[in-house]
């Protein structure tokens, strides 16, 4: 039977990029589907009254440790972006948009890649425009979807979906009943799909 | 060459007390030695801006969730302990006053099984007093350690050491240079000892 990972995510956590380059790997290894859901980091910290890690100087440094040790070991190109954080709400609503879609993985792609692999300030729209051209995409249609009511709607009621099921951060996974927070996780969430 | 782990320690943290029982077989495995440093989270919490991660609720519950996957995984009992949080400043005085004597085995774990095996409220005196006494200890004797300033100022000193080379939390080793941070890092401790 098909096991389904639900795959919460922001294109603002450098974490959350990690999962997303290790997923496939877990797909191929258990055959398992994945559901990419966007969510808006931002809305589950204020829905749960947690904060960005890196607010903690301390914590932030680990974590840039941390990170670092698992892209070598997983041979994933992470690089800081100068600019975090930047505000994602505009590319979280064109992945809402774009469910789906054709564009749905070649978004996402340039979007994890202009925030995380050769980083650069996404939060401008200059630069995301530019961003989406290179990648074969359309800007006007992908804004237009960012502008639409019930694109902005469905975001907003995705994040409502993930604190009501117990996120606090980013990335979160579901499988099934199960929850798991984190992309150190992710062998329980290959656990979980596995048998 | 024999490798050597440094563990920073508060027995008021659930999730150092797993690392506490997952080392021993580290340490079989490895032949690494394993130093235990007790440290005050709570100093931790109050140098680093950081707090104890329950505080966010939905983050207290998969902190729950989560400990518990490891306890089974890892067959650790570990309980819930009502009482929770417990202030563990004279149990970690003890402790600290009790490095390098025959008695810092049996009180450290008489301390964490009241915590967290078969818990109670560690932080009444008589309740304290009654488990060392339980474990053959003898409590006047662990009190005046507790009592004694140059002890007191070790554990400050210990907390100040911990801070200074980026630690924000528990538990937190140290393998030479390196740090790592959580129970969930201790492969990471492991390769960092291995070969």
Redesign the interface.
Known sequence: MTKTIEFLFDVGSPTTFLAHRRLPAIVARTGAVVTYIPVLLGGIFKA???APPG?????G??MQ??MA?YAAREAITLAHNPDFPINTITMMRMLTGARGTADFAPLLEALFVGMWETPRNMGDPDILAATLTAAGLDPAVQLARAQDPEIKAALVKATEYA?SR????APTFFVGDE?F?GQ??LD?VEAAVTG
């Open positions: 749960t009254g947690n607010l903690v100087a301390a914590r440094r680990w440790i941390d040790r604190v117990g996120a606090f951060g929850i927070f150190d996780r329980w």
